[in-house]
């Protein structure tokens, strides 16, 4: 009977196991793949400064499952010569195991690559905006040209070997910036109704600061714009047609990537090997500085993400909140450019633990 009691104690431990579970591993779980994304990411910008193939494997699912067992035993040994009592032995025993399975999908096929191509489209960047993103940011890591205004256009390819000037297309981006951070820029966008008469986007417009602005009448010459006009459409065709359109070519994924993989600070012994494209030019002038991938010999302890290759490690100060900052935007942009791409299909089901 006690024995019985015992097993009967464990068994109403295992069915409380589960919900204690969840917390704890729905933490474990997210914390995992965070940090394997963000290493993902910054492995990626490496590779592409070392004009090494990149490669983007996502976790499309998490199942975990759990058993609990329990055993008891008695043996009982009776005494036939004259002893006073007899004598129990009893044993009780349980086990616990979890077995996650993880599916792992690559970024590959046409309709992937496809979205790694395709230029982010003006209403992305006003989207962003209005989140609540620098629209400097968003313009210097994301868009080729303004209004015949290029933006490093060598540089969202392999490293050029001359550095590209891209003053006056950073000094718009600078403008605007100021006109976001007084509220006085503004994004709307244009619905057209359609034959099953619902609302569809077809559009985005853009008003900035008015007549007596003088931040929006130097940005209104920089972009060559109409005198006294302040709201003007964008569209993605360079050069524009119409006096009342600002013309915007977005840079696609993997120029963005191209475009910052040139943050990564490679040690001098890589230059000098001619492991690295421009390896003598000071990328960070064109890249504004708003990313900074720092490298050394031993695993840095500040770091917001590391990861080694060729040797070193490769990392992002955990206080370097600029280039945190950058490095986010860019995993928001993965996953609306390129994460879930139709034609993405499983690589490996692992089953861990078994």
């Given at each position: 009977m006690v024995?019985?009691?015992?097993?009967?104690?464990?068994?109403?431990?295992?069915?409380?196991?589960?919900?204690?579970?969840?917390?704890?591993?729905?933490?474990?779980?997210n914390e995992a793949i965070a940090r394997s994304l963000n290493e993902q990411l910054l492995l990626n910008l490496v590779r592409l400064r070392y004009r090494d193939t990149p490669m983007f494997?996502?976790?499309?699912?998490?199942?975990?499952?759990?058993?609990?067992?329990?055993?008891?035993?008695?043996?009982?040994?009776?005494k036939i010569d004259g002893g006073k009592s007899n004598?129990?032995?009893?044993?009780?025993?349980?086990?616990?195991?979890?077995?996650?399975?993880?599916?792992?999908?690559?970024?590959?096929?046409?309709?992937?690559?496809?979205?790694?191509?395709?230029?982010?489209?003006?209403?992305?960047?006003?989207?962003?905006?209005?989140?609540?993103?620098s629209i400097e940011r968003l313009l210097v890591c994301c868009v080729q040209e303004v209004n015949g205004i290029p933006n490093a256009?060598?540089?969202?390819?392999?490293?050029?070997?001359?550095?590209?000037?891209?003053?006056?297309?950073?000094?718009?981006?600078?403008?605007m910036r100021e006109l976001q951070t007084q509220d006085r820029l503004?994004?709307?966008?244009?619905?057209?109704?359609?034959?099953?008469?619902?609302?569809?986007?077809?559009?985005?417009?853009?008003s900035f600061g008015d007549e007596d602005d003088a931040t929006a009448r130097e940005l209104a010459e920089i972009l060559r714009l109409p005198d006294g006009e302040r709201t003007f459409r964008l569209v993605t065709q360079v050069p524009k047609a119409n006096a009342d359109e600002i013309g915007v070519s977005g840079?696609?994924?993997?120029?963005?990537?191209?475009?910052?993989?040139?943050?990564?600070?490679?040690?001098?012994?890589h230059r000098q090997a001619g492991l690295i494209g421009g390896a003598d030019l000071d990328w960070q002038t064109v890249i504004g500085g708003l990313l900074r991938i720092q490298n050394a010999t031993a695993a840095p302890e500040d770091a917001f993400v590391r990861i080694q290759y060729r040797g070193r490690w490769f990392y992002i100060g955990d206080s370097d909140l600029n280039s945190k900052t950058t490095f986010n935007l860019l995993n928001y942009l993965y996953s609306l450019q390129a994460a879930g791409a139709e034609g993405a299909s499983p690589l490996l089901t692992v089953g861990v633990g078994r």
């Open positions: 024995a019985l009691a015992a097993l009967a104690g464990l068994s109403a431990c295992a069915t409380k196991l589960g919900p204690r579970t969840v917390p704890v591993n729905r933490f474990n779980y494997i996502d976790v499309g699912s998490v199942i975990s499952q759990y058993s609990f067992s329990a055993s008891a035993s008695a043996s009982p040994t009776i004598e129990y032995g009893l044993g009780v025993g349980g086990s616990y195991t979890e077995n996650p399975t993880i599916t792992y999908e690559p970024l590959r096929g046409g309709a992937a690559a496809k979205r790694l191509l395709s230029p982010i489209d003006p209403a992305t960047l006003a989207l962003l905006s209005q989140s609540g993103w256009l060598a540089a969202t390819g392999p490293a050029p070997t001359r550095l590209p000037d891209n003053a006056r297309f950073r000094r718009l981006a600078e403008l503004r994004f709307r966008p244009i619905y057209q109704r359609t034959e099953d008469n619902t609302q569809q986007q077809v559009g985005v417009t853009l840079r696609s994924l993997l120029g963005v990537l191209f475009f910052l993989s040139l943050a990564v600070d490679a040690p001098q012994e």
